[in-house]
């Protein structure tokens, strides 16, 4: 089967998306506003963050609520 200019294996890095710079989800804009308000860290939620950004806060906020409530 021969590949046409239109096949990703022929795409330049240029065109491909950026993943690192998606916005991110509805999901994840949810989840990090209620763990920032219940952790009393409001500031690490911002509307415009990536998805990865987004993740890695949710992930270092539920670690921190973790330990919080270990005590």
Known sequence: M???AS???T???AELPDRL???MTRGQALTL???AIEA???KQ???DLTRVEAARRIEELKQ???LADSF
């Open 2 to 4: 021969a590949r046409t």
């Open 11 to 13: 795409r330049s890095y």
């Open 64 to 66: 921190e609520i973790a």
């Open 45 to 47: 939620f911002a509307s």
């Open 40 to 42: 009393y860290q409001p």
């Open 7 to 9: 096949s990703p294996a």
């Open 33 to 35: 506003k209620s763990l």
């Open 21 to 23: 710079s998606v916005p």
